[in-house]
């Protein structure tokens, strides 16, 4: 569902656009446009839940036994989830505390992962896409 990179501007306020074509599959694919921003739990960036993808999420985090972890995964991942329904022009306003986490400075990058998307400062995208790129030299998908 969501593929692909692209690159926008934050505002000064701190508005950042979603891609038109991220935009165009939560109409097509989920009939709503309602977006769940969080912090990542394994890196410096955002993920973007479409709504149906974050009830899923909360509930396979309900079914899981109590932990450390998942009480850390709920404060640091959940307690920090906002709801957005973006503005006219594709806009969510980010608050600080997930600019900070994600480092997110003037440019921002845009992942789509498939059934969510992320969203990552440019150059910290930039050593991870590197990263990533070094990983996958000698990865065979099997078919």
């Known amino acids: 569902m969501f593929q692909g990179e692209f690159s926008n501007n934050m505002d000064e306020k ?16 989920h009939a709503d ?6 912090r990542s739990h394994n890196s410096p960036n955002l993920i973007a839940y479409p709504m149906r993808e974050w009830k899923r999420l ?3 985090v309900d079914g899981m036994q109590p932990s450390k972890q998942v009480a850390a995964f709920r404060r640091a991942v959940i307690g920090s989830a ?5 503005d006219r022009q594709g806009r969510v306003l980010l608050p600080q505390v997930l600019r900070d986490h994600a480092k997110l400075s003037r440019s921002s ?13 440019s150059e910290s995208w930039a050593k991870q896409l590197d990263a990533d790129l070094m ?9």
């Open 109 to 121: 990058h845009f992942i789509g992962t498939g059934e969510i998307f992320e969203i990552w400062d």
């Open 33 to 38: 446009t309602n977006i769940v921003i969080t």
């Open 58 to 60: 909360l509930g396979r």
């Open 135 to 143: 990983l996958l030299q000698d990865f065979e998908l099997g078919f």
């Open 14 to 29: 701190g508005r950042v656009s979603i891609p038109a074509a991220f935009r165009d599959a939560l109409k097509t694919c």
């Open 82 to 86: 906002q709801e957005y329904t973006p």
